[in-house]
């Protein structure tokens, strides 16, 4: 990708190759349509959901999917101890999997990438400082801080979101300290700076472009965590609280009938897998397709490129 | 050598302590700990009561400094669910956690290491394509999702297992492999990727040349690389099933562990038992990140003591 392409035609052929490159790799196609079902779902919750996520039928309560003994096409895949349509919540729930990550990830992606350009840029003291605190905040214990804040403040999807976010910043703030560095040593940049460019103009003009591809991969992957973590805290009581809908939330409500309604664990808990999944493969994706040397490994060799998948 | 333990030793304190002064900062300031920790009910005179127990009337500032110091000391004051010393309480639950973090790290290293080393030697071929997808699915599944699966699988199917609580090995089993199993996963990716590296390294096919065998190739040469590039990983596993790992599957499966009680204590809003969790678990952190660091000095000649820093 070259940073110089303008004027719609090159742009729109720009897109084009994307998409015939995406639609050409199964794995990243597979990415591509769960995102696709997961900001549907979230989008158009109300009309997609056969029912309403919170409407109580105490005549239909746990009811068994449609495939079991006992089961009908009114409530495809059960309903809970409360007689709410099972399908219904879990398509509700799409929209805190989708909100809560594009929330914290983008205030993790802001701040993170902020503080990551000021070390990277003025180096020196500034950088070894903030380097320091980062490298104890990833000494963290990451999870069981997070109980403990949420405990003490409260649960609240802001809190929630605010609270993951910490957790994800450092990464942001590494790896563009490290692309910053990596930049500056370029022969343009320093051909910039010879030429009396100012640094915000160096910045910007020169160094941003280079940030942008692996920023964004990161942000991919960094979603796909965040999901997990927020259905582990859900799950533990932490997370998002009834009577909003929450694929965590739903396993834990079906965890008491683990003997007698195993549905109710089983399809909450798919959906998280299955957005995961997504989402790691087409993190895996871009990080291959995004980076010109990862490409050429991945077409050359005939062995996948691995370290795409390793997080 | 000396001088480099002694820095790595004070930036763990340093890491401590920043934990602990989080913790504190959130609690007392942004928090109301009383308002947590007594009923709904509760009159002013209980709160003012609790406050001056707590030493909550004092300044912020002393309040701190008072924290510190008994938090080096090991008092992190008493548990308000069990009434005794919040951190007798914790290393009291701590081998059951230490025992199931180390049975499902060793089953997860074990089997990620076999697992990458028998894709590494051959990419593309079926086992590959397995060990791809199941690191993969280890790093993308909700580990207390698994657990639950595995509780209707095997042990309300098949009753195989019991659904909970400690005892016996058969007890061990289901945790301790829901909790190996991103190890599982994340190991065989990168044993499997420096295999792959290695065998392809100047020095390797060197050794084929001469006429070494494959076996031994696998074993001395390929593995060493591939041991190396694990360990950094493997520490990060480690970190992860004790601060989050545990706590979500020990909770799924009530073994009676740190994890657990953690959970226990935020229902009862016991803060300082969390506290207490909380420090000892920031301790294992940091301690297992300085033996992770050593290890990978000793073992890849070309780091330097001085420039790992």
Do not use: C
């Not at chain 2, 709160?47 to 127990?53: D, G, I, K, V, Y």
Request: hydrophobic fraction near 55%.
């Amino acid at each position: 990708m070259s940073a110089v392409s303008s004027g719609s035609r090159s742009e729109r052929r720009r897109w084009a190759g994307w998409l015939m490159r995406i639609v050409r790799d199964p794995t990243a196609l597979f990415g591509v349509l769960v995102l696709a079902l997961l900001v549907s779902a979230a989008l158009f919750a109300p009309i997609i959901a056969p029912l309403d996520p919170n409407k109580q039928d105490l005549a239909a309560r746990l009811l068994p999917p449609f495939y079991a003994e006992g089961g009908s096409s009114a409530h495809l895949l059960g309903t809970d101890q409360l007689g709410r349509d099972v399908l219904s919540r879990i398509v509700h729930g799409a929209r805190i999997s989708l909100t809560i990550p594009l929330v914290s990830v983008t205030l993790a992606g802001i701040f993170g990438t902020a503080v990551g350009l000021l070390a990277g840029y003025r180096g020196g003291k500034t950088d070894a400082f903030i380097m320091r605190i980062v490298d104890t905040l990833f000494s963290f214990p990451g999870l069981l801080l997070a109980l403990t804040i949420l405990a003490v403040v409260g649960p609240s999807f802001w809190t929630l979101a605010i609270v993951l976010s910490l957790r994800i910043w450092m990464v942001f703030a590494r790896m563009t300290r490290g692309l910053v560095l990596s930049a500056r040593e370029d022969e343009y940049v320093e051909a910039a700076e010879l030429v009396g460019a100012s640094p915000v103009r160096i910045m910007i003009r020169h160094i941003a472009p280079n940030l942008t591809a692996p920023l964004l991969t990161l942000a991919v992957l960094e979603s796909a965590h965040v999901i997990l973590s927020e259905a582990a805290l859900s799950f533990l009581g932490l997370g998002i609280q009834p009577p909003e809908t929450s694929w965590g939330l739903d396993v834990a409500i079906g965890r008491q009938y683990v003997f007698s309604a195993p549905w109710l664990i089983i399809f909450p808990g798919l959906a998280i897998a299955v957005a995961v999944l997504g989402i790691n493969l087409l993190a895996g994706w871009l990080r291959v397709a995004a980076d010109p040397q990862e490409s050429a490994k991945r077409f050359a060799a005939a062995a996948d490129a691995p370290s795409a998948w390793s997080g | 050598m000396g001088r480099y333990l002694l820095k790595r030793l004070s930036q763990a304190v340093l890491v401590v302590i920043s934990v602990m002064v989080v913790v504190f900062v959130v609690t007392r300031l942004i928090g109301d700990p009383v308002a947590v920790m007594l009923p709904l009910e509760a009159t002013e005179e209980n709160r003012a009561l609790l406050e001056s127990q707590l030493g909550l009337d004092r300044p912020i500032l002393a309040q701190l400094g008072d924290y510190v110091v008994d938090a080096v000391r090991f008092d992190l004051g008493d548990s308000l669910w069990q009434r005794r010393p919040a951190i007798d309480v914790v290393l009291e639950r701590l081998p059951p956690t230490l025992l199931l973090v180390a049975a499902g790290f060793a089953f997860g290293v074990l089997l990620g290491v076999v697992i990458g080393v028998v894709s590494g030697m051959r990419p593309g071929g079926w086992v590959d394509r397995g060990a791809v997808t199941l690191g993969l699915l280890g790093v993308s599944l909700p580990q207390f999702w698994i657990g639950l699966v595995f509780i209707v699988f095997f042990s309300v199917g098949l009753g195989w297992f019991p659904t909970s609580g400690s005892g016996g090995i058969e007890h061990l089993v289901l945790p301790a492999v829901v909790l190996g199993l991103p190890v599982v996963g994340r190991i065989a990716l990168v044993t499997r990727s420096s295999m792959i590296d290695e065998l392809n390294a100047q020095h390797v096919k060197d050794a084929t040349a001469r006429g070494v065998s494959r076996a031994r190739i696998v074993m001395v040469h390929a593995l060493k690389g591939a041991g190396i590039a694990s360990i950094t990983i493997a520490g990060w596993e480690l970190i992860g099933a004790l601060a989050g790992g545990a706590v979500v599957v020990e909770t799924v499966y009530a073994w009676p562990g740190i994890g657990f009680t953690a959970m226990q204590a935020i229902e009862r809003h016991d803060i300082i038992l969390v506290q207490a969790v909380v420090f000892v678990v920031a301790i294992m952190v940091v301690t297992i990140n300085i033996i992770v660091d050593i290890a990978y000095t000793m073992l890849d000649p070309r780091v330097k003591f001085d420039r790992v820093s």
